[in-house]
């Protein structure tokens, strides 16, 4: 082959490309200046939109200092975005490329069809295994991470109580009593949060192996006496029985915490319902709930994702998307997960995924037919 052939070829470098979201309310980007550089030492080129950054703070000269370009992102080789596309951005991608990002494979397949018809093959973030070697890419856990830290600011705001035990000239204030339901990432992250406040603290999960996780938290575990735990750490739905017995238990013990925080989902379904109507009718006037499952319906009988009601003198928070509140740390968390996986497909300049690697094949959700 000539030269002059070779460089009218395909070129060696492959390219990434970061667009601007455009999520209502989202702040988040794909990918930060702080991991270019390390792109860059596979070989990989990144294009970043303009503008891309701008809800992060971070403005374009920073990525280009970094050794990003800007220009069109959808032109790259692949696209690494945080929210699924939209069907119009979907229409700019073509047979062949890749697009890396949050894709709710589970709650919004129609995204997953369209992205097939287009050839494009799709890796879904939060399809990652839950395995030790991909812990560097568990976007989930570390989005979870700034949910559950910013539950218990929003829990503080709106408590009429002090979450610490004030000793003052006036006398003692007692500490608040803090309850957080379902203890996975981001409940530990917001029991550790509510105990730094200095609140008393109790973890309750369906999933008793994870007791010993909540105590080493300094907090207390409340056992209902339900086992329900699933595949892939996360827990399975209850059964009826099992259902009414905890909400029995759950409404008995609600009423003694001035804060409680819900982050119980179940992959790919509704919500569990923990707290019920009656449940908030017995808590303290005054007393908060900050329910983190408002995109999936929420785990409170009274919730109204994205809104804060008060019902029966009880604040009901139910924040949606709390990592983009914190746009600089979640962005970052989330571009080192990104970079980590992109790192499995890319050698040498050259995106070459192994489909028989585990972590790739689970996070595949879409593949180009024939492909490597």
Known sequence: MSDEAEQDGPQSTVTVGVPKEIREGERRVALVPKVVGKLAGRGARVVVET???????????????????????????????????????????????VLVGFLSPLTHPETVEKLRDAGVTAFAMESIPRISRAQGMD?????????????????AEHSTRFFPMLTTAA??????????LGVGVAGLQALATAKRLGARTTGYD????????????????????????GEGGY???????????????????????DVVVTTAL???????????????????????????AGEAGGNCELTEPGETVVRHDVTIVSPLNLPASMP??????????????????????????????EVLAKSCVTREEGSA
């Open 51 to 97: 503008g891309a950054g701008e809800g992060a703070l971070i403005p374009d000269d920073e990525f280009t200092e970094a050794g990003a370009e800007i220009g069109d992102p959808w032109a790259a080789d692949v696209v690494a975005v945080v929210n699924p596309p939209s069907a119009e951005q979907i229409g700019k991608l073509r047979s062949g490329q």
């Open 139 to 155: 976007a989930l856990s570390s989005q979870a991470n700034v949910a559950g830290y910013k539950a218990v600011l929003a829990a």
């Open 171 to 180: 006398g003692t204030v007692k500490p608040a009593t803090a309850l957080v």
């Open 206 to 229: 369906v999933r008793p192996e994870v007791a010993d996780q909540v105590k080493s938290l300094g907090a207390q575990w409340l056992d209902l006496g339900i086992d329900a735990a």
């Open 235 to 257: 827990a399975r739905e209850l059964s009826d029985d099992e259902r009414a017995r905890q909400q029995k238990a759950l409404e008995e013990a609600i009423t003694g915490f």
């Open 266 to 292: 179940v992959p790919g379904r509704k919500a569990p319902q923990l707290v019920s109507a009656a449940a908030v009718e017995g808590m303290r006037p005054g007393s908060v709930i900050v329910d983190m």
């Open 328 to 357: 600089e740390h979640a962005s970052e968390l989330y571009a080192r997960n990104v970079t980590s996986l992109l790192e499995l497909m890319v050698t040498d300049g050259r995106l070459s995924p192994d489909f028989d690697d």
